[in-house]
């Protein structure tokens, strides 16, 4: 395993003073938190991060949340600080929550910006990881002072849009997608009741990113946790209302302050071997009959691998239509296909897909090949990497078969990479 990497940050404020850390939203750096500064650091030492390829950044893309928790973790070690308070914005906001989740004894207070226990679906940021991979982040930069604005402050304040854009612009776009990934696989509506801090729940009004309603289910899930609703505020809520999210930040991590210097709480219980294992978490085994080994059903694992590949959406789909004449089908395919072969560690995904595509073309099943040409976009592949696969088929599957799947791949890619207005 690779040393685990720390993060590009600054730190503003007296260095004996409580240490406070900002996190940022994905496109973000640090300076979103600029208006903040003056009056934090009359009271704690802040330290704020750049996600990795964002503001000049090292480009070491992180495949996931946890990834992130950990280099700011080490971050944070460095500097020597046991307990910290964090406030993050987005997907600053999901790094928190999963600190939270997994170092509790590490995290004094919380608040959560424009935040969610699940951010949209999915198939909502693999395809944008598909858009940027095709077209790079320019789509994305041009489309981000709508999402994280009003039109009422775009209008007014013309130079911070124009910043937030080159902010998204000069992003890493390696970084940016492995971003998207790792908030297509974060989800921890089920984990909320285990988050032990005090958190303030902060959100816009007018946000469509993180509507309103994520909020209220993280204030309804996390046992010590108050909701505050920022009139006139879309998703960037700091730059957009700085003067309320100052007061509110200071409010909470002031009151706070002294609950988290009573120590981190107690350990959750183990569950040994000869503990009952509650249903919910009771895994399914098959005893392997070359090995005799007890090995987990591959259900589970080939679900997961079937909806990262294919997305939740045609997942569903081929689920809620299943009857009981196809369900046992349905089940074979889950089992076998994904979680039998696609989820075996000897071929990357990308590969899969490659041979899949390969394979569609020579039989001719167009239908397959147009959610498995939907699948090898959001497996890495690209458009031209697509035309030489079906290019190379081409010459010992037949030009007719050829000639239909570039017709069926050229809708797919169409579709797929065109930016979503």
């Known amino acids: 395993m690779s040393e685990t990497k720390t993060l590009q940050y600054r730190t503003d404020g007296p260095g004996g003073a409580p240490l406070l850390v900002l996190g940022p939203a994905l496109g973000a750096t640090w300076h979103m938190w ?57 997907l600053g906001g999901a790094v928190g929550a999963q600190l939270a989740l997994a ?6 207070s919380l608040a959560l910006v424009s935040a969610s226990a699940r951010h949209a679906t999915p198939d909502t940021w693999r395809q944008r990881g598909v858009v940027v991979r095709t077209n790079g982040l320019e789509p994305i930069a041009r489309s981000a002072p709508e999402r994280w604005f009003t039109a009422a402050f775009a209008a007014a304040q013309p130079a911070i849009v124009e910043w937030a854009v080159q902010m998204v612009r000069t992003t890493d776009p390696g970084c940016y997608i492995a971003a998207c990934e790792a908030l297509a696989a974060f989800d921890i509506r089920a984990e909320l009741g285990r988050i032990g801090v005090p958190a303030l729940i902060v959100a816009g009004s007018e946000d469509q990113a993180t509507p309103p309603a994520d909020a209220r289910a993280l204030v309804a899930g996390i046992p010590d946790a108050r909701l505050a609703m920022v009139p006139g505020a879309s998703h960037l809520v700091p730059v957009e209302q700085p003067g309320a999210v100052t007061e509110l930040l200071i409010r909470h991590f002031t009151t706070s302050r002294q609950q988290s210097a009573a120590g981190p709480p107690a350990p959750a219980p183990v569950l040994t071997p000869s503990s009952p294992q509650p249903a919910a978490v009771a895994e399914l085994e098959a005893a392997d009959p070359g ?26 789909r081929a689920l809620e239509n299943a009857d009981g004449f196809t369900r046992d089908f349905q089940d074979f395919v889950t089992r076998y296909a994904w979680g039998e072969v696609w989820d075996r560690p ?61 017709a069926v791949a050229q809708r797919v890619i169409r579709e797929e990479t065109t930016p979503q207005e």
């Open 34 to 90: 600029d208006r903040q500064i003056p009056e934090l650091t009359r009271h704690w030492r802040v330290l704020r991060i750049d996600l990795p390829g964002h503001g000049g950044a090292p480009a070491h893309p992180a495949p996931s949340v946890a990834e992130l928790a950990d280099r700011l973790l080490a971050t944070v070690d460095a500097l020597g600080v046991d307990r910290f308070g964090y406030a993050g914005c987005s």
């Open 103 to 108: 170092h509790p004894e590490r995290v004094s």
């Open 291 to 316: 090995t005799g080994a007890v090995r987990a059903d591959p259900y589970d694992a080939g679900l997961k691998v079937r909806r990262e590949v294919l997305g939740d959406a045609h997942v569903d």
């Open 346 to 406: 000897g071929l990357d995904r990308r590969t899969r897909s490659v041979i899949t595509l390969t394979a569609l073309l020579s039989r001719g099943h167009l239908d397959e090949l147009a959610f498995h040409t939907r699948a090898a976009l959001r497996n890495g592949l690209t458009p031209d990497e697509i035309k030489e696969v079906l290019l190379h088929a081409a010459v010992y599957c037949g030009v007719p078969a050829a000639h239909s799947a570039f």
